[in-house]
């Protein structure tokens, strides 16, 4: 037998015992797929660094304590806050108020945000009338339209929910509304050809076919709801996190300031991994189809 001909047969058995494999190759598994494995240990490692540089930092000397304190002296804050209170409240006082407040606001967005989306996707007449309000003020930062907000509804508690509520919808309506646009058209067809009425095609096509955006749009919202709600806590509040930074920013206490900017940015980073897990479980499909 030729050297030729042997390595032909070697190259064709070699391709016969990779099809025949026990384990089936993963996509993006041979080439790599953008982004692929997990990232874990490197965000690990980023936070430690980050800490380790401000343990260095700030207690080195080289910034005064007033402009960056030591993580002793906020972890200290931290207890005191939490024990003793500040501004007449607990941190858990404190806490709970601003929760009530983001995730009302949230609940409220998730109701009426979505549905709304969800029309605009599939009805023009809906997009015709909800788009030009929600593209318009979608832009403003929130304290653009917080002034309107006290003169109409007051200094109550209803306008700071108000307030976070409309700085959530935009994200999620267009968040919804682009998931439905983007669902494929042979979908639908085929879903038409096989019986199914305009609302079943909704419900059990476009809806769910959907569900990637809109999940996206709950995390964008979420977001932009705890940006929210310093703005919100700005006016005649007398709890609240966002609250307790601003009256310990016009004090200079500038380790009540950071701790506070922790507990917000670690409730934040909480919820966006609890979505992320819920988006896993409800659309176990997102990025195989």
């Known amino acids: 037998m030729s050297y030729g001909r042997q390595q032909r047969l ?3 058995g070699g391709r016969l015992g990779s099809l025949f494999a026990k384990r089936s190759v993963q996509p993006g598994e041979h080439f790599g797929a953008p982004g692929q494995g997990s990232a874990a240990a490197i965000a690990t490692g980023t936070v430690v660094a980050l800490l380790l540089l401000w343990v260095v930092v700030s207690n080195s000397g080289l910034v005064k304590p007033l ?5 002793q002296a906020v972890f200290g804050k931290f207890i005191q806050v939490a024990t003793e209170g500040f501004a007449g409240a607990t ?11 983001v995730f009302g606001a949230f609940a ?4 009426t945000a979505i549905p709304i989306g969800v029309l605009m996707g599939v009805s023009r007449v809906a997009r015709g009338i909800f788009d030009p309000p929600i593209e318009f003020y979608r832009p403003l930062p929130p304290l653009a339209y917080l002034p309107m907000v006290i003169i109409w509804f007051g200094i109550g508690e209803f306008s700071k929910i108000y307030l976070i509520f409309l700085a959530i919808f935009a994200p999620m309506a267009i968040a919804a509304r682009s998931g439905v646009r983007s669902v494929s058209i042979e979908q639908i067809h085929a879903a038409y050809s096989m019986g199914a009425t305009r609302m079943q095609v909704i419900w059990h096509v476009i809806l769910k076919s959907a569900l990637p955006e809109i ?26 996190l966002g609250f307790m930074v601003l ?31 819920l988006e896993k479980v409800l659309v176990p499909w997102k990025g195989k189809v």
């Open 10 to 12: 070697n190259w064709a």
């Open 67 to 71: 402009f960056l304190p030591t993580p």
């Open 91 to 101: 941190l858990l006082e404190h806490t709970l108020t601003s929760l009530a407040r």
């Open 108 to 111: 409220l967005a998730c109701a």
């Open 215 to 240: 999940f996206t749009g709950m995390r964008i919202g979420i977001g932009v709801g705890w940006t929210t709600l310093v703005a919100g806590e700005m006016v005649a509040s007398t709890k609240g």
């Open 247 to 277: 009256n310990a920013a016009e004090f200079l206490a500038s380790d009540v300031v950071i701790m506070g900017i922790i507990v917000i940015g670690l409730f934040a980073f909480v919820f966006d991994l609890l979505m992320r897990h």
